[in-house]
Nanobody, 120 residues
Framework: VQLQASGGGLVQPGGSLRLSCAAS????????MGWYRQAPGNQRELVAE???????NYADSVKGRFTITGDNAKNTVYLQMNSLKPEDTAVYYC???????????????WGQGTQVTVSS
C-alpha cells in the first residue's frame, strides 16, 4: 500500500489550504484515515482523524478551523484548513489504518509528508 499526499505550500495567516492523500495497492478496507503534523523540535501529533463510518476526531488546536473528509470509494482523505495560523506550520503526514483482507488486522501506512508554511 502506498499513500501519496499533496496540497501543501506557503500561505499567509488567515489563508486556506487543502491537503489530499490517496492510497493505492492491496486494500480491503481502510478503518481510519488521518492527518498528523510535526514541527521542528516537536513530536508528531494528531491533527484530525476520520473513521470508516465517518466519526471524526480533531486536535483542540484546530477545532472549528480544519475539516477532515474521507472518501471510502476513492481511498482518499482530505484536510481543509481555514484560518491558518503561523503555529500551524509543520510537515503534515497522512496516515491510514488499512486492512488487506477480511481477517487481517489493520496496519498503519504513512504518506511522504507535505510542508505547510504559514507566514506573512
Amino acid at each position: 500500500v502506498q499513500l501519496q499526499a499533496s496540497g501543501g505550500g506557503l500561505v499567509q495567516p488567515g489563508g486556506s489550504l487543502r491537503l489530499s492523500c490517496a492510497a493505492s495497492g492491496s486494500i480491503f478496507r481502510i478503518n481510519a484515515m488521518g492527518w498528523y503534523r510535526q514541527a521542528p523540535g516537536n513530536q508528531r501529533e494528531l491533527v484530525a482523524e476520520v473513521t470508516y463510518f465517518g466519526r471524526t476526531n480533531y486536535a483542540d488546536s484546530v477545532k472549528g478551523r480544519f475539516t477532515i473528509t474521507g472518501d471510502n470509494a476513492k481511498n482518499t482523505v482530505y484536510l481543509q484548513m481555514n484560518s491558518l495560523k503561523p503555529e500551524d506550520t509543520a510537515v503534515y503526514y497522512c496516515n491510514m489504518k488499512v486492512k488487506s483482507g477480511t481477517y487481517t488486522p489493520p496496519y498503519d501506512y504513512w504518506g511522504q509528508g507535505t510542508q505547510v508554511t504559514v507566514s506573512s
